[in-house]
């Protein structure tokens, strides 16, 4: 069963106009090429992605999934 992503802690006030977005870093276990998403539903860090590397087109794995504060788009 996945864990559930927590929301922050409150270390950082969020600011006017910003907001929390939760990515997902996904990785090459060949190459080495990595690439940056938005979260999914479901995301488990070191499982398969369940596409293939767009450089090499070997297995790609979940290596990361952390949250950032950005700026809302008008």
Do not use: W
Not at 52 to 66: D, N
């Amino acid at each position: 069963m996945a864990m559930p992503i927590l929301p922050s802690i409150g270390i950082e006030k969020l600011k006017k106009g910003e907001a929390e977005v939760t990515f997902t870093v996904l990785g090459c276990t060949s190459c080495d090429d990595e690439t940056t998403r938005e979260y999914k539903e479901g995301d488990i860090v070191f499982e398969d992605d369940g596409e293939p590397c767009k450089k090499c087109g070997k297995k790609v794995v979940i290596k990361q999934i952390y949250v950032d504060i950005v700026k809302k788009q008008k």
